[in-house]
């Protein structure tokens, strides 16, 4: 975001992070009284607990407002060999360009930061109101001149938000993204809704605008397909499967009953079979962390966990060197690098 960066200099990447968010727009607010009550506590050991469990019913966890924290945790990552974090904090949930530089600056590490617009349910009535020409032109101007006359650039298109069923204005701000790609070159990359066919829907639209499927970024797989048919399907596409919610365990997952959060060696396996059928230069891994409860200080994994804790278990289990590599530098490097 301080400019174009060599692609021997992005190294060890997190492809879909949040170091600042304000994800309040999900907030699902509890009935019960006594349960309102911890809706509006900060987070702390006190209520951690029930936190974890319903992590999207605290309002206190789902910001990400203190840059000193950001600072602290990215340094983990950083520590343990980081290099660059995707930050795809798009429009609608907080992206803030200046506090991504300024912790860029504070940690070292390259931040990508990510243009283009969330879900529906967090669409401004301009966005709404907007053509596929006009939207696509601001995030082409995000891309070439920067964010609002500050000169700071982005350097992904994404997340770009789409729910299941998929609504009219992501549509429109999904078929701008794509307008943006081809004209940039830039990588798009999508957050699907929750259900096994939206992946296949969002990619057809895709490559029926004319989107280049080997510069398009499928994410959060694992909470999204489960079969693996279905996930060899997406695959054939050619197109990025983001392995992105490392660390987030099943039971702090509260959603539809006919969607479940997988575990970390579930996550493995699926990418082991992917590797298996050849098809490792197309994984991507990250964390999405988006609220308090995920960070160290708040007793969650970190930044770090997929460098200290998942690589040693992939390792463990056999998966050879240069796959690893794969996954952790190399498609993160091919995936980010555009004229
Ligand atoms: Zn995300």
Same mark, same amino acid.
């Given at each position: 975001?301080?400019?174009?960066?060599?692609?021997?200099?992005?190294?060890?990447?997190?492809?879909?992070?949040?170091?600042?968010? /304000?994800?309040?727009?999900?907030?699902?607010?509890?009935?019960?009284?006594? #349960?309102?009550?911890?809706?509006?506590?900060?987070?702390?050991?006190?209520?951690?607990?029930?936190?974890?469990?319903?992590?999207?019913?605290?309002? %206190?966890?789902?910001?990400? !407002? @203190?840059?000193?924290?950001?600072?602290?945790?990215?340094? #983990?990552? !950083?520590?343990?060999?980081?290099? =660059?974090? *995707?930050?795809?904090?798009?429009?609608?949930?907080?992206?803030?360009? +200046?506090?991504?530089?300024?912790?860029?600056?504070?940690?070292?590490?390259?931040?990508?930061?990510?243009?283009? !617009?969330?879900? /529906?349910?967090?669409?401004? %009535?301009?966005?709404?109101? +907007?053509?596929?020409?006009?939207? +696509?032109?601001?995030? &082409?101007?995000?891309?070439?001149?920067? *964010?609002?006359?500050?000169?700071?650039?982005?350097?992904?298109?994404?997340?770009?938000?789409?729910?299941?069923?998929? $609504?009219?204005?992501?549509?429109?701000?999904?078929?701008?993204?794509?307008?943006?790609?081809? #004209? $940039?070159?830039?990588?798009?990359?999508?957050?699907?809704?929750? %259900?096994?066919?939206?992946?296949?829907?969002?990619?057809?639209? *895709?490559?029926?605008?004319?989107? @280049?499927?080997?510069? $398009?970024?499928?994410?959060?797989?694992?909470?999204?397909?489960?079969?693996?048919?279905?996930?060899?399907?997406?695959? +054939?596409?050619?197109?990025?499967?983001?392995? /992105?919610?490392?660390?987030?365990?099943?039971?702090?997952?509260?959603?539809?009953?006919?969607?479940?959060?997988?575990?970390?060696?579930?996550? &493995?396996?699926? &990418? #082991?079979?992917? *590797?298996? %059928?050849?098809?490792?230069?197309?994984?991507?891994?990250?964390?999405?962390?988006?609220?308090?409860?995920?960070?160290?200080?708040?007793?969650?994994?970190?930044?770090?966990?997929?460098?200290?804790?998942?690589?040693?278990?992939?390792?463990?289990?056999?998966?050879?060197?240069? /796959?690893?590599?794969?996954?952790?530098? @190399?498609?993160?490097?091919?995936?980010? =690098? !555009?004229?």
């Amino acid at each position: 975001m301080q400019g174009p960066i060599e692609s021997a200099m992005v190294g060890l990447t997190l492809t879909h992070e949040h170091l600042l968010i /304000d994800f309040t727009p999900v907030l699902t607010e509890p009935s019960a009284a006594s #349960e309102r009550a911890l809706m509006e506590q900060p987070v702390s050991m006190e209520n951690l607990w029930w936190v974890r469990h319903n992590w999207t019913s605290s309002v %206190d966890n789902l910001r990400l !407002f @203190d840059e000193q924290t950001a600072i602290d945790e990215a340094n #983990e990552f !950083f520590r343990a060999g980081g290099a =660059t974090i *995707v930050d795809v904090t798009s429009v609608g949930i907080g992206r803030d360009p +200046a506090a991504l530089l300024r912790i860029s600056k504070a940690t070292g590490l390259n931040v990508v930061m990510g243009a283009g !617009f969330y879900v /529906d349910m967090t669409h401004s %009535d301009w966005l709404r109101g +907007a053509s596929v020409d006009e939207i +696509a032109r601001k995030i &082409i101007s995000d891309i070439d001149e920067g *964010v609002d006359g500050t000169g700071i650039r982005a350097g992904i298109i994404g997340e770009i938000g789409c729910s299941w069923p998929w $609504t009219d204005s992501e549509k429109k701000v999904l078929e701008a993204a794509v307008a943006a790609q081809r #004209e $940039t070159g830039a990588p798009l990359l999508i957050h699907p809704g929750r %259900d096994e066919k939206a992946p296949m829907e969002l990619l057809k639209a *895709v490559e029926g605008w004319g989107g @280049d499927m080997r510069r $398009t970024v499928m994410g959060h797989i694992e909470r999204t397909i489960y079969d693996r048919g279905a996930l060899d399907e997406v695959a +054939a596409t050619g197109a990025y499967l983001n392995f /992105d919610l490392f660390g987030h365990d099943e039971s702090h997952y509260p959603l539809a009953k006919d969607t479940f959060m997988p575990a970390d060696h579930e996550r &493995i396996e699926q &990418i #082991e079979h992917l *590797v298996a %059928d050849g098809r490792s230069s197309q994984v991507l891994l990250a964390h999405d962390v988006c609220t308090k409860h995920r960070l160290k200080r708040y007793g969650g994994h970190g930044f770090d966990h997929i460098p200290a804790r998942v690589v040693p278990r992939m390792r463990a289990r056999g998966m050879h060197e240069e /796959d690893v590599r794969m996954v952790l530098v @190399d498609n993160p490097t091919r995936m980010l =690098t !555009f004229n």
